[in-house]
């Protein structure tokens, strides 16, 4: 069993834990992620290492309120555990020789780029961060970020903070304006790596892409995130997660990502109600 040592709610729907996981503290590094159980019966779900103190051997993990174990997850409070916390799996973030880079996010994958930036920052890289959302209220980690940057942008659909539009609207007033990037890297939905990795393609910009979102079982046993990189078929959990953007199939990836949805809406659904009940 692994014990929450601590739980924060970033917004409305995205929670903050720290993981007490010495072993896996030890050797988890920037791009990484753990499978974990909430309980006996629970289903198994990947979330990327957000951070970890060696030291005191927590993990940070950061995850939205989408589905069943999510719901479930964020049940649990300070000083409860959870069943299982296995990793760091996947291949770490590659860092070195950059001397540029520019580490885009959107919504909660934010979490996921937040460790990128801060070991690009700790190396001596020069950080542009932008980072992306609908609206002022669904923000994170925005003093975690300044931290980390050299340069820190914040877009927003609808203009309540920061600056109103998209992150490729950011990106591309920068490589406009003279900025020469050794490297993009973009973490968050599909269709905004998507965007992301067209703006730099065009000035051929190298782009890396993290395809975190579409893991299910984190093995390359089940499948589920199977998908197209340059022409060949790849596994975002054992092959990844992050892969040159510019050979990603996202139409592809995003057509499959939609096969699950109605499934997983009747189970979030259920546990909903079940929750309500012992309320």
Do not use: W
Request: glycine share 10%; proline share 3%.
């Amino acid at each position: 069993m692994y014990k929450i040592v601590l739980k924060k709610k970033l917004n409305p729907t995205v929670t903050l834990m720290d993981i007490h996981a010495p072993l896996v503290a030890a050797k988890a590094q920037p791009g990484q992620f753990i499978i974990l159980r909430v309980d006996e019966e629970g289903e198994r779900i990947p979330l990327t290492v957000a951070d970890y103190d060696r030291e005191k051997g927590n993990v940070t993990i950061i995850f939205q309120i989408v589905g069943a174990t999510t719901r479930k997850l964020d049940e649990k409070n300070e000083g409860d555990s959870i069943q299982d916390f296995v990793g760091p799996l996947g291949r770490a973030t590659h860092t070195e020789g950059i001397k540029k880079v520019a580490v885009v996010g959107g919504g909660v994958g934010c979490a996921i780029a937040l460790p990128v930036a801060k070991k690009f920052h700790e190396q001596g890289t020069h950080v542009t961060s932008i980072v992306g959302f609908r609206t002022k209220d669904l923000l994170i980690l925005e003093d975690e970020f300044r931290a980390a940057s050299d340069n820190y942008i914040v877009m927003t659909d609808d203009g309540s903070y920061g600056e109103q539009g998209l992150v490729t609207n950011a990106l591309e007033k920068l490589i406009e304006a003279g900025e020469q990037f050794d490297e993009v890297i973009t973490i968050g939905p599909l269709i905004m790596m998507k965007f992301v990795c067209a703006v730099t393609k065009k000035y051929n910009i190298k782009t890396v892409v993290s395809m975190n979102p579409i893991m299910i079982d984190g093995t390359g046993m089940c499948g589920g995130c199977r998908l197209t990189v340059g022409g060949e078929t790849k596994f975002a959990c054992v092959d990844g997660p992050e892969f040159d953007g510019h050979l990603v199939d996202f139409d592809e990836a995003m057509s499959r990502g939609g096969m699950y949805k109605e499934f997983e809406r009747h189970a979030y659904e259920e546990t909903c109600n079940l929750f309500a009940q012992k309320a």
